[in-house]
Every structure is written in structure tokens, then in C-alpha cells.
T-cell receptor
Framework: DSGVTQTPKHLITATGQRVTLRCSPR?????VYWYQQSLDQGLQFLIH???????AKGNILERFSAQQFPDLHSELNLSSLELGDSALYFC?????????????FGSGTQLSVL | GDSVTQMEGPVTLSEEAFLTINCTYT??????LFWYVQYPGEGLQLLLK?????DKGSNKGFEATYRKETTSFHLEKGSVQVSDSAVYFC???????????FGGGTRLMVKP
């Protein structure tokens, strides 16, 4: 158990809908990262937050947004969903935001868009 | 941009066989290099890392050496076990440490 909690574990929805994925980092970790794992794109970095502030953005679509709250949990919002958004979404956390931080990954949220 | 290339799987081995999973990278500067492992139904776990050229990362019998001249970070294990069956990801960290770039993953299957 990594200590990172992601909910829900599975999500099935329809095209055009909006969903929210939630991540609770390990106790004491200030950084939260979001990754998307799909069959065709592999593991792709989406976004990184550190202590409530956005630190880096990767290949995140404009239809997607995220935030980190004062209690350090994070939410990833996916809107106007398309079939191609079906993927496993991972959250990871780390203590800080520097080089060589050890990331702890949650078990992921499996999103299926039908 | 940065990229990581891994050998495609699946790699199927018998127990106690020698394992090599190749990984090469393209990056500016001197990134840190990582191997992560993903067991079925779980998130990724850090297996080992190396932060500078010629460093050797090791953990649980797995090793990888940061080779700057060949831009490689191949994963090796002398004697695999059935419990090593998983997907292995090679990754590099950008200069800020804010993001990891992953390879496509290599599935390892070890048969008794």
C-alpha cells in the first residue's frame, strides 16, 4: 500500500459527460502528480501541483483541469468526455518538488467512456 | 523533447533465468533515470534509480547502470522469480524534477 488513495476505482460514463477523479496524497506529502495511462499513448504526465500551486503542465487537454486543495487532496476534472479519454488515471505524491523525488503512486481510477 | 524507448514485450522467461530489459533515452542535459514496476491491479512502484553518469541503481536483485555514452539504462537481474512477473517502466526526470517521461513499458512473465 503506497498510502496514496484514489477514488473511485472504476468509473463508467458516456461521451459528453463530466467526471471528477479524487486523490489523497500520503500524509505529509505536498506534491501531487497526475498521469494518464492508455494503450496507445502509454503513461503520460498531465499536471503537477505543489502545496496548492500548479508547478508543471504536461500533455493535458484543455477539457481537463485540476486543482489541489488546502488539505492537499487533489481533483482532476474531465469534461466533454470522448471515447479516447478512456484510460487509467494515476495520481502520485511526493514529499517535495525537487529533483529525484520518490513518487508514490495510487492504484488508479479506470475510466471507461462509452 | 525528452523520450524513453524500451524493448517491446512481453518477455517470457523461466524461473532462475537471466533478465535484461533494454532502455535508451533522449534528453537534454543529464536527467535522473528510474525503473518503476507495476504489478497487476496496482500503481507503479519505484524499483531503482540513478542520478548521474556511471551510477548503478540496485534493489531486490535488480540493477541498472546509467551509461551516458550510450544513453542507456538497461535493467538486469541474475535470477528471476515468478513473483517478478509485472510490467517494468523506464523513466527519466526532466531538469526541474517536476515530471517523469516514461517508456512504453515491458511486460515480464516468469514461468515456474
Amino acid at each position: 500500500d503506497s498510502g496514496v488513495t484514489q477514488t473511485p476505482k472504476h468509473l463508467i460514463t458516456a461521451t459528453g459527460q463530466r467526471v471528477t477523479l479524487r486523490c489523497s496524497p500520503r500524509s505529509g506529502d505536498l506534491s501531487v502528480y497526475w498521469y494518464q495511462q492508455s494503450l496507445d499513448q502509454g503513461l503520460q504526465f498531465l499536471i503537477h501541483y505543489y502545496n496548492g500551486e500548479e508547478r508543471a503542465k504536461g500533455n493535458i487537454l484543455e477539457r481537463f483541469s485540476a486543482q489541489q486543495f488546502p488539505d492537499l487532496h487533489s481533483e482532476l476534472n474531465l469534461s466533454s468526455l470522448e471515447l479516447g479519454d478512456s484510460a487509467l488515471y494515476f495520481c502520485a505524491s511526493s514529499v517535495g518538488a525537487g529533483l529525484n523525488e520518490k513518487l508514490f503512486f495510487g492504484s488508479g481510477t479506470q475510466l471507461s467512456v462509452l | 523533447g525528452d523520450s524513453v524507448t524500451q524493448m517491446e514485450g512481453p518477455v517470457t522467461l523461466s524461473e532462475e533465468a537471466f533478465l535484461t530489459i533494454n532502455c535508451t533515452y533522449t534528453a537534454t542535459g543529464y536527467p535522473s533515470l528510474f525503473w518503476y514496476v507495476q504489478y497487476p491491479g496496482e500503481g507503479l512502484q519505484l524499483l531503482l534509480k540513478a542520478t548521474k553518469a556511471d551510477d548503478k541503481g540496485s534493489n531486490k536483485g535488480f540493477e541498472a547502470t546509467y551509461r551516458k555514452e550510450t544513453t542507456s539504462f538497461h535493467l538486469e537481474k541474475g535470477s528471476v522469480q515468478v513473483s517478478d512477473s509485472a510490467v517494468y517502466f523506464c523513466a527519466l526526470s526532466d531538469r526541474t524534477g517536476n515530471m517523469l517521461t516514461f517508456g512504453g513499458g515491458t511486460r515480464l512473465m516468469v514461468k515456474p
